[in-house]
């Protein structure tokens, strides 16, 4: 369905069972929970689909091994569940990543928990061997009955160096275990919507779009891409907003009927390195470790380059977060601290990139200590409008069963049953995951008449939806892009079928160009010369775009138009260019 489309849809029939605000990875779970029930949904996002945390997570899928620290041992158990369910759900994208941690005491933090339980706060010790031991053998009790990956195993300091010799020397042992990666995460969250859109009922997604209180007590959809302004009426609204529920709900109810602050996020930042000496480093393994100061930070191979971070900062405005020189320098020196023999010069570092984590309010005076946890809350209105369902917390790992959580009290309030579960529901590409990934590559490639590395690149970034973008290739005549790898074609796919609007949607989110670090300027200016071409953009749109994308790429993300010019260079391309050539 089209965006005049969906608010044509809006103007004949307003009234709707749920209005759910906010389209990021919680957002869109609880939207594609409620659809697939058959209720009617509209989800209206302000920006961009996964724009905000939820395309700033680290990249793991995860239960939450330091979140044992704190007693959550309830998150831990329902993280590890979602984390096994994801790895059989949405195979494409998510995969086993073994996780090594080095360890640098024995007894040291023994009594984090002990303190924790007693409700006393103080500021965490490093974790030894002891503690480090008690936790992953936890870990692996919670999943002994499902057992998709091996238990945790330690090694001595020599063994530890002979496999990882760049390791800081003063190590005492390490310990490996098991979790998981998500490569494309916005891309998952957009499979999420669409599965939920695919529901024979009524439901509707618009991105680029506010739901707003008038002063008369009604709600309006208002626009932001063509300026229309359209009355809905929800029986029910669900803020999902995460960073943003205490904004969002300014504009939800009177003045004198907003709830008190819900949420006390905190700013976590990540930065991904180009350094071939890091990346062989890592010898394929997350490494998991703490900084001098107690805080953990991560780094593992990422999209051919190295992802490490992060930071953990209160922050008030979620809107203009990014990663500042502080943290950067930081992270930095996190990671001269386990790997102090391998220097990373700044213009290696190809992106960076920060989000704000949905934490609950909490008085805490570290940040570390804030629980992890997912809940709701329903907020009744004084002047009789919809009751408003906010969705409070949430880790990226959980989002599926916080929709579940968030649905199932939509579906009780408005006396509706529940009769699709999406436990073992394959998102996406996950669906009709083959065993023998070759074969299944020769054979698609065959039918759509693409050569089998144009395939497998699809595959790589579709999972087997690789076979409709191959289809939709195969059915006209193609153009190569500055770029190995993508072509024309593949773009018009995604902006035709995936609510692209700005350039950064396409560039940021329904690729890893930026976030891999293989934005060029030439293959920038490509795409939005195809952006624009597909939108009927004027000369002075068109300008506005690229200075748009710029600014945004420059400021949030420590890429700047100098650093793209300086990435252009011949590129070897292979393309399938004309439609069934083969």
Request: charged residues 25%; aromatic residues 8%; proline residues 5%.
């Amino acid at each position: 369905m089209k965006r005049q489309e969906i608010l044509d849809g809006l103007r004949q029939s307003p009234k709707v069972d749920v209005c759910v605000i906010g389209g990021g990875i919680n957002g869109i779970s609880v939207f594609r929970e409620l659809s697939l029930q058959g209720l009617n949904v509209v989800l209206v996002e302000k920006h961009d689909y996964c724009s905000g945390a939820s395309s700033a997570l680290s990249r793991m899928v995860h239960g939450g091994l330091r979140y044992l620290e704190n007693g959550e041992f309830k998150l831990v158990q329902e993280s590890l569940v979602e984390r096994d369910r994801l790895l059989r759900n949405a195979p494409h994208y998510v995969a086993p990543l073994p996780t090594t941690v080095p360890v640098f005491d024995i007894f040291s933090g023994l009594g984090n928990g002990i303190v924790r339980f007693l409700g006393l706060s103080r500021r965490p010790s490093r974790r030894g061997a002891i503690a480090i031991k008690a936790g992953l053998s936890i870990y692996d009790f919670l999943t002994r009955k499902r057992a998709l990956m091996p238990r945790h195993q330690f090694r001595g300091r020599r063994t530890t160096l002979a496999k990882w010799p760049a390791l800081n020397p003063d190590i005492k042992s390490s310990a490996t275990y098991f979790d998981a990666w998500v490569s494309h995460p916005e891309r998952l969250g957009i499979e999420l919507l669409q599965d939920g859109l695919s529901a024979e009922f009524g439901a509707m997604a618009l991105n680029y779009a506010e739901l707003r209180r008038t002063e008369d007590g009604q709600y309006r959809v208002e626009d932001q891409i063509g300026g229309a302004s359209v009355a809905v009426k929800p029986a029910l609204i669900i803020n999902a907003t995460g960073g943003w529920i205490d904004i969002a709900n300014q504009t939800l109810f009177s003045p004198e009927a907003r709830p008190a602050p819900l949420m006390g996020g905190t700013k976590g930042s990540h930065l991904i390195v180009d350094n071939a000496d890091l990346r062989d480093a890592l010898a394929d393994h997350m490494i998991y470790y703490e900084n001098e100061d107690g805080r953990i930070c991560i780094l593992f191979p990422y999209l051919g380059k190295v992802l490490v971070g992060s930071t953990d900062i209160r922050v008030d405005d979620p809107e203009t977060v990014r990663c500042e020189a502080d943290e950067r320098d930081y992270i930095l020196q996190s990671l001269a601290f386990v790997l102090p023999d391998i220097a990373v010069r700044p213009e290696q570092i190809v992106f960076q990139f920060s989000g704000v984590r949905p934490l609950p309010a909490s008085t805490d005076s570290f940040t570390g200590r804030i629980p992890r946890d997912h809940f709701c809350t329903v907020v009744e209105p004084k002047d009789g409008g919809p009751p408003v369902l906010c969705m409070i917390g949430g880790k990226w790992t959980t989002f599926r069963s916080f929709g579940e959580l968030a649905a199932d009290m939509a579906l009780e309030r408005l006396d509706r049953q529940r009769r699709v579960a999406t436990t073992d529901r394959p998102i996406g590409g996950g669906q009709a995951f083959p065993a023998n990934a070759p074969v299944w590559l020769a054979q698609a490639a065959a039918s759509k008449g693409l050569s089998i590395r144009r395939m497998a690149e699809l595959f790589a970034r579709y999972g087997t939806d690789a076979e409709a973008v191959a289809g939709f290739i195969a059915a006209g005549p193609d153009a190569v892009l500055p770029h190995a790898g993508y072509s024309v074609r593949e773009l018009q796919f995604l902006i035709r079928g995936e609510a692209v609007e700005h350039l950064d949607d396409l560039l940021l989110r329904r690729t890893t160009l930026a976030v891999s670090g293989e934005l060029t300027l030439d293959m920038m200016d490509a795409v939005l010369d195809l952006l624009a071409q597909e939108k009927h953009w004027t000369l002075a749109h068109h300008a506005r775009e690229r200075d748009r994308f710029l600014t945004l790429l420059t400021e949030r993300h420590g890429v700047d138009e100098d650093m793209l010019s300086a990435r252009n260079e011949p590129r070897s391309i292979e393309c399938d260019t004309t439609a069934k050539s083969g």
